[in-house]
């Protein structure tokens, strides 16, 4: 149990930094993301250094509503959002590295995440499983999205040219992951101290405009990316367009199209879309090579989201195997070793399963070399759920205290469970090379 209780608390953060981090078509130094993350795990102390001090000076109201705003607010969420934005104010905004507005997106979530992880873990040490699988669910989506609205809004700020444009970006980078923040703990504290059901209302409906809030925003950056930068590039935006088609690198391309424009450009002006486009076609070399960005897409999210659920429910049947307290549901009698161990195997491979999702979810839309076509996806989806259900009933029936039925039966569902793990691994084989076409790989996607 304690094994499965620490995969809860450091798991989700690093599926969901990884999905974020992973959608950026132009991967961040490592060395920078490790440090942002380390700086967003030392901001920790700041924030307990200004709660001990705000509590000496100014001690917070009794009744219920009072309560739980001075400690979601005042204590909670208005240090810890201040905090973590100065971690990637210091750290990574004059870093050359921060070369697209997507970038602050990656850098606002490794520093929630990293705050957000310890945080995790000093709260389950105290609460225990019981709260790792709240957190998993609850506060740690809500970290990492709060990081993604703040990110939106310092990228936006990164790549403003006004003063007062980079002063109000980076506002409501701040005021918006407060109230959000804020909001949610109020939810959950006045629901504790007021014993009143409105608490969980805003608690649920905080946390739900939070991710839906941080998926609209991530879209949009990518979206409006050629926009933002032929603004702070002062370049029109049309013939930017022209030579950076959707989906290509704008920080690959854009260095080569600025001198382009300087070289071929009349004095102090800029050639016309058409104009530009054919000196583009004239010049292959300019955008020739360019990687193709392609979003995942909210079911790219979902994939991401849901292997979360699938590696849990995997970890939990891993170490229920080993655990002395898990028992028959009816009461009859122990399962025996073999039956233990089959559950184990079985949540092993729950796990796997969890994880190829998770890489389906995390690259889709990439392009690649080898496939998998629809038949083989069906063969290892009714594989997998086949091959846990049959397993799962062949070891509820190996039980110490089995009858003759029951182990006829383990028999049959256990070669049934066999059969289908054997059709899983079939479709999991099945994959296909893409073919070539003029000696350029065809663009295939997951």
């Known amino acids: 149990m304690i094994g499965l209780t620490i995969a809860l608390t450091v798991a989700p953060s690093i599926l969901l930094f990884l999905f974020i981090y992973t959608h950026d078509e132009h991967p961040e130094p490592k060395s920078l993301i490790g440090k942002i993350l380390l700086g967003g795990v030392i901001s920790a102390i700041p924030v307990l250094i200004f709660g001990a001090i705000v509590k000496g000076i100014l001690p917070g109201p009794t009744d219920p509503f009072g309560k739980a705003m001075y400690i979601s607010f005042v204590l909670a969420s208005i240090p810890e959002e201040f905090f973590k934005m100065a971690v990637v104010m210091m750290i990574a905004w004059k ?44 506060a740690i989506p809500l970290h990492a999205f709060c990081g993604v609205i703040m990110g ?7 790549f403003s ?23 949610y703990d109020f939810g959950a504290f006045y629901s504790e101290f007021a014993k009143e059901p409105i608490g969980v209302v805003i608690f649920l409906l905080t946390l739900a405009l939070t991710i839906t809030l941080g998926v609209v925003l991530l879209k949009s950056l990518e979206k409006n990316s050629i926009r933002y930068l032929a603004s702070y590039h002062n370049i029109p935006l049309e013939p930017l367009k022209a030579a950076l ?21 009349p004095a102090g002006s800029w050639p016309d879309p058409a104009l530009f486009q054919q000196r583009i076609i004239d010049n292959p070399d300019i955008v020739d090579n360019a990687p193709i960005r392609r979003t995942r897409g909210f079911m790219g999210f979902l994939y991401v989201l849901f292997s979360l659920f699938i590696v849990i429910a995997g970890v939990i049947f891993l170490f229920a195997g080993f655990s002395e307290n898990f028992r028959p549901s009816n009461g009859k009698g122990e399962f025996t070793e073999v039956s233990r161990i089959l559950i184990s195997i079985t949540g092993l491979f729950i796990i796997l399963n969890g994880i190829l999702l998770f890489i389906k979810g995390a690259f ?41 039925d ?20 079939i479709g999991f084989l099945m994959v296909k090379k893409v073919p070539k076409k003029d000696s350029i790989i065809k663009k295939e996607y997951i």
Request: net charge positive.
């Open 95 to 138: 870093s050359l590295s921060f070369d697209e507005p997507y970038d602050g997106i990656v850098y606002g979530t490794a520093s929630t995440l990293g705050f957000a992880t310890l945080e995790n873990i000093l709260y389950v040490a105290q609460g225990g499983f019981y709260f790792a699988v709240i957190r998993a669910v609850t």
């Open 161 to 183: 040219k006004s003063t007062n444009s980079i002063s109000l970006f980076l506002f409501f980078g701040l005021l918006i992951p407060i109230l959000l923040h804020g909001f």
């Open 152 to 158: 939106y809004f310092i990228g936006r700020a990164k």
């Open 406 to 425: 029951e182990l006829q039966t383990a028999l049959v569902t256990g070669v049934l469970s066999g059969v289908f793990l054997f059709l899983w691994l």
């Open 245 to 265: 088609p959707k989906g290509v690198h704008t920080e690959t391309v854009l260095p080569r199209i600025i001198s382009f424009f300087a070289q071929t450009s």
């Open 364 to 404: 889709r839309n990439r392009e690649i070399n080898y496939y998998r076509g629809t038949g083989a996806k069906i063969m290892i989806v009714l594989g997998f759920i086949l091959t846990v259900l049959f397993g799962l009933a062949t070891s509820g029936n190996l039980r110490d205290k089995a009858t003759s």
